[in-house]
């Protein structure tokens, strides 16, 4: 059974930046794309970021555009999503998830969730 | 600016039928928009119950089925029960890469 644990997540001060991880195992990591979503305090799901299979292409909500990056290192099967310029609105729990195909399947929606972890915004 | 719409909230009785919709304020849903609807408990991380429209995912009860309903994306709940009660989303593609999700729908079992 796919597994993905989120780990990184924290207190930062507005304008800093904070880098999150979300170890795979237990499938073949190098043949999905992977997304990040979020959920913000109360409200519902914001989808964040996906990034190829590849990871030769990466789409951001414009609400992240230019101050996130999402990556990912095959070697530790572990996807990034670095946080630049962080604002009090990003304050989130963050999920990463992969699609439930593999290959070039990056405009796919999620399938297998992590379980989150929490970033916390704040002066 | 794309928006998905779902009904905020829905009731059903305990073994009875529902269905949620998954719109757009413009346009109508496709299959090409690859519709996929999760379930999410308080606290806890969504779990997928259907993706691209039909699918379910590993696991998830025949009693949760998705389609499309005339220009909407639909997840219906047959033989409703009491841990059926909690937030449901739909997820749009909408092309280059981005997805876009509803609102969400509050489903209440009573």
């Known amino acids: 059974q796919a597994q993905l644990v989120e780990s990184g997540g924290g207190v930062v001060q507005p304008g800093r930046s904070l880098r999150l991880s979300c170890a795979a195992s237990?499938?073949?990591?190098?043949?999905?794309?992977m997304h990040w979503v979020r959920q913000a305090p109360g409200k519902g799901l914001e989808w964040v970021a996906v990034?190829?299979?590849?990871?030769?292409?990466?789409y951001y909500a414009d609400s992240v555009k230019g101050r996130f990056t999402v990556s990912r290192d095959y070697s530790r099967n572990t996807l990034y999503l670095q946080m630049n310029s962080l604002r009090v609105e990003d304050t989130a729990v963050y999920y990463c998830?992969?699609?439930?195909?593999?290959?070039?399947?990056?405009?796919?929606?999620?399938?297998?969730w992590g379980q989150g972890t929490t970033v916390t915004v704040s002066s | 600016q794309t928006v998905v719409t779902q009904e905020p909230s829905f009731s059903v009785s305990p073994g009875g039928t529902v269905t949620l919709t998954c719109g757009l304020t413009?346009?109508?849903?496709?299959?090409?928009?690859?519709p996929s609807w999760y379930q999410q408990t308080p606290g806890q991380a969504p779990r997928t119950l259907i993706y691209s429209t039909t699918t379910r995912s590993s696991g998830v009860p025949d009693r949760f089925s998705g389609s499309i309903l005339g220009k909407k994306a639909a997840l219906t709940i047959t033989g409703a029960q009491a841990d059926d009660e909690c937030d449901y989303y739909c997820?749009?593609?909408?092309?280059?890469?981005?997805?876009?999700f509803g609102g969400g729908t509050k489903v209440t079992v009573l």
């Open positions: 998830a992969s699609v439930p195909l593999s290959g070039n399947y990056y405009y796919y929606p999620m399938d297998v």
């Open positions: 413009s346009g109508s849903v496709s299959s090409n928009h690859y």
């Open positions: 990034i190829s299979y590849d990871g030769t292409d990466a």
């Open positions: 997820v749009l593609s909408v092309g280059s890469g981005i997805l876009v």
């Open positions: 237990s499938f073949t990591f190098s043949s999905y794309a």
